[in-house]
């Protein structure tokens, strides 16, 4: 009996360990989630994100496209992380996500927080807490957000569906509407355009032969269209430019102002401003940058809230455990 009862407890143990990394998501996310079992987490997170802004500004558009692109597919749940493998292509190597970076930062991070509180932090409250950081400086909002997610246990780049730069508004809506967002939501969401940058190939076509007309978009500021179509006529390798011609770095409003003076890059951004859908919520948010800064804040929680139904706590953001 006493070597059964040794057996057992082994039993429980073995299945304690477990669970501690494989997590159900019954739980609502919660605000200060970490304020017991990793209280300095999220003061670790905004010190390496912090580094990281001051050598390249740059790093707040790529965390909210990382963030968006995670969430869009299984919800957050850090499923965009997870590295390809002899038998699996994973999300990160979808055409759509080519551009998507600063994985190395999330596993700087990752590291620093393992070392604090091991198998505790997860790798999708990572990227959710670093987008927030990198947006507030940035210039946005710095708004509290609810943490508590699991990572996913499946990245597939067949499952990588999403709104891509030539949607129309009603069927950018339509894609929003399905991951439980809304109009509004959406053209707000996409206001973190305004420290974004786009590749020629994503616009080429607006400049030179849009929709097969030999003639550049006619909603197309002929202004723009010629220097873009300089820029992409250059010898180098797909450039790029900003979404945001004017404060390009800075988290604000001007996004909107520029696409309702026909400065929209990407066709899906200068939409935004025409069609009848959404050009009221663009007007809105043009003359209001504080509206916008809280919107964008509200609608982000919003988004962070899609989750994956269960998951784990990764100790590498890069496989499962």
Known sequence: MEGFGKYYFKIILFMLLILHVYVPQTLALQINFYSKTCPNAETI????????FAADKSVAAALLRMHFHDCFVRGCDASILIDTTSNNQAEKDAGANGTVREYELIDQIKTALERACPQTVSCADIIALATRDAVALSGGTRYNIPTGRVDGLISRSSEVNLPGPTFTVAQARQAFSNRGLNLNDMVVLLGAHTIGV?????FQDRVTNFQGTGSPDPTMSPSLASTLRTLCGSNQNNPSTFLDQNTSFVFDNEFYNQIRKNRGILQIDQELAVDSLSSSTVANLAANNNLFRQSFAN???KMGNIQATSGEIRINCRRKN
């Not at 997170?45 to 990281?52: A, F, K, S, T």
């Not at 786009?198 to 994503?202: G, L, Q, V």
């Open 45 to 52: 997170v905004r010190q390496i994100v912090q580094q990281r």
């Open 198 to 202: 786009a590749h020629c190939n994503f």
């Open 299 to 301: 609608a982000m929680i």
